[in-house]
């Protein structure tokens, strides 16, 4: 696949098999079928955004994995237990990881991992909702911060910043064999992507500290500008850690959701994710 340079001289090439998401911003881009038909092969999450350059939509191949039939199978038999189980399995891995970001900031979080420690089956105490007060209280040493979607910047990046993460856990899904609509905890009637919401949810705090980067090297995160949109696309290339083993969060993600197959086939009854 090539890509024009500014300049328009150049092409860059890129092999459309080491390609994970596009993001389609500009209304002016216009894209063949054909090329639609490599992205889905390829299993390539493509993005397209809004007027106001928010990641808005996604397109995903409707055939991801040879065994997919199978695969629904398991997903669709899974038991309410298992999914209980499987969600205080990620409830504790995000609290984890939020309160180690916190302390890389030099953030006090022995009660996030005291909770961590406390979750139970289905995170019937809503631990999460504890972890997550305490944590946007902290995270950008602002006691007023409060996520929300249409809240006040640097909401906006994160709202970036999940959307792009979302699109990353859905590819990976798919490519696992397995559909995002089912969740085991989100159930929104009106929700395509209930399974990759819950998946994702360990994986936020990965989007948060490019943020915090983002926040302690730019003047003004009103916007959206460009120059901040490069920072967090560099979410699917990081590092991260999975049981001692580095890779691209890319990479990573396909191996939490090959875990999370597993759990449902009956082979496994432990999610990988990634410590922080």
């Known amino acids: 696949m090539k890509f024009p340079t500014k300049a328009e001289k150049n092409p860059i090439s890129i092999p459309i098999e080491d390609i994970g998401v596009v993001i389609l911003e500009h209304a002016q881009i216009t894209i063949t079928n054909g090329l639609l038909d490599k992205f889905t092969t390829h299993n390539v999450a493509l993005v397209n955004c809004n007027q106001k350059h928010m990641p808005v939509g996604l397109l995903m191949s409707l055939e991801g994995h040879t065994e997919q039939s199978e695969r629904f199978k398991h997903q669709i038999k899974s038991s309410q237990p298992l999914k209980k ?17 916190l302390m ?11 909770w961590a420690q406390k979750v139970t089956s289905g995170d019937a105490k809503n631990h999460e909702a ?3 007060a305490y944590y946007w209280s902290r995270l950008f040493y602002d006691a007023d911060f409060k996520r ?15 959307a792009i993460l979302r699109g990353i856990i859905a590819r ?3 490519g ?3 559909l995002p609509t089912l969740g085991i905890h989100h159930r929104n009637k009106y929700n395509a992507y ?3 919401d819950d998946i994702m949810e360990p994986y936020r705090p990965f989007v948060d ?10 003047n003004d995160i009103y916007y959206l500008t460009p120059t901040i949109k490069k920072e967090l696309l560099k979410l699917a290339g990081i590092d991260i850690l999975i049981n001692g083993k580095k890779s691209p969060l890319l990479v990573g993600v396909s191996r939490t959701t090959n875990s999370l197959y597993e759990c449902f086939s009956g082979v496994s009854r432990k999610i990988i994710y990634p410590t922080l």
């Open 130 to 132: 504890r972890a997550a």
């Open 194 to 196: 209930c399974l990759a």
């Open 209 to 218: 500290r490019i943020v915090l980067e983002v926040i302690n090297s730019s």
């Open 176 to 178: 696992s064999g397995l």
């Open 85 to 101: 189980n499987l969600w205080q399995q990620t409830i504790i891995a995000k609290i984890k990881n939020q309160a180690y970001l």
């Open 148 to 162: 929300d979607q249409y809240g006040s910047p640097p909401n906006n990046l994160l709202n970036y910043g999940y």
């Open 172 to 174: 990976s899904l798919i």
């Open 104 to 114: 890389e900031q030099g953030i006090v979080s022995d009660k996030m991992l005291y």
